[in-house]
């Protein structure tokens, strides 16, 4: 049996964010995994050979959004574009059609070693993969392409008026996870018996991986004590924390933006004050770097 095959779908408008030259280095290692850019940013002229960047400006896109979803989509903010990745699947049949998953994730990560973590085993298994074990993930999740799974936001309730509205309502992680996992709250023996009857809960994998510090919940060991100082090497993300344990991806955000950060990891983000975040050059990206409060920064090693 051959090795199931993921294309990530990523919609991007504005300006590549100052880090993009290294979250490409983090697909770079991941070669087995592709992505797939819609985008009126330049393309980058190295970028790694498993990503794809389609040229269209945002009312270009939306335009193309309206008549695949038969709406009127018309958002001031591409921010909106985060309501419809339960839709990528479908809004785009024609790329993935060639593949066994599709995705749909954020530009705020570096990512490890994906197909560590999702192996074939995996995959074959299940028809979603989200990375938080309480909700889908809206920075990564992996779907089954096939039409009962692309379809699957037509069960969020009044789906074309939800979209259709000009606010960012986070639909991604809040009324789509409804579909795939319900009765969180309920004890295990009986969310069990739930799952038996409905097959999207059944097929649905939640595995929380830890991805994103700075949250107001406890790390894998429970303790309230968040990794800050993270490293890329070779394709494999570590922490000053956890020693060698291998990690799916780093999600940045709660450095980046106070917009998420729980008041009692204090009232402003790290990055906010920071003039200039990347200090990695190119020729040393592949060298490995880290990832603190203080941005990005080569290796030692490279220096």
């Known amino acids: 049996m051959s090795t199931p095959s993921i294309v990530i779908i990523t919609p991007y408008f504005g300006k590549w964010p100052e880090w993009f030259d290294l979250f490409l280095v983090s697909c770079r290692y991941n070669p087995t995994v592709n992505w797939h850019f819609f985008t009126d940013c330049p393309i980058p002229s190295d970028a790694p050979q498993n990503t794809t960047f389609t040229t269209i400006n945002f009312d270009s896109y939306k335009d193309v959004v309206s008549r695949k979803l038969d709406i009127s989509f018309n958002p001031q903010s591409p921010y909106k574009l985060c309501d419809l990745k339960p839709a990528y699947g479908y809004i785009h049949s024609d790329i993935i059609k060639d593949y066994d998953f599709w995705g749909f994730g954020d530009i705020d990560v570096i990512y490890g070693n994906i197909r560590r973590e999702y192996t074939d085993k995996l995959l074959n298994k299940y028809d979603l993969l989200s990375t938080h074990w309480d909700r889908i993930s809206g920075h990564l999740c992996i779907l089954r392409n096939t039409p009962y799974i ?25 009324k789509f996870s409804k579909v795939f996992l319900r009765h969180k709250k309920y004890p295990s023996w009986l969310r069990s ?111």
């Not at 069960?155 to 639909?171: A, C």
């Not at 603190?292 to 090693?301: D, E, N, P």
């Open 150 to 174: 692309n379809e699957a936001f037509k069960k969020i309730p009044e789906w074309k008026k939800l979209f259709s509205q000009n606010d960012h309502l986070g639909l991604d992680e809040s």
């Open 193 to 303: 018996i739930y799952r038996l009857k409905d097959r999207y809960q059944r097929r649905a994998f939640f595995k929380e991986q830890y991805s994103t510090p700075l949250t107001p919940k406890p790390w894998h060991n429970r303790n309230w004590e968040h990794p800050e100082s993270w490293k890329w090497l070779d394709g494999k993300l570590t922490n000053a924390l956890d020693g060698d344990r291998e990690f799916l991806y780093l999600h940045f955000m709660n450095w980046k933006s106070s917009t998420w950060l729980h008041k009692s990891r204090g009232e402003k983000a790290a990055w906010e004050d920071l003039r200039k975040l990347n200090f990695v050059r190119k020729e040393d990206a592949l060298k490995g770097f880290s990832i603190s409060r203080k941005g990005f920064h080569s290796l030692k090693s490279s220096s």
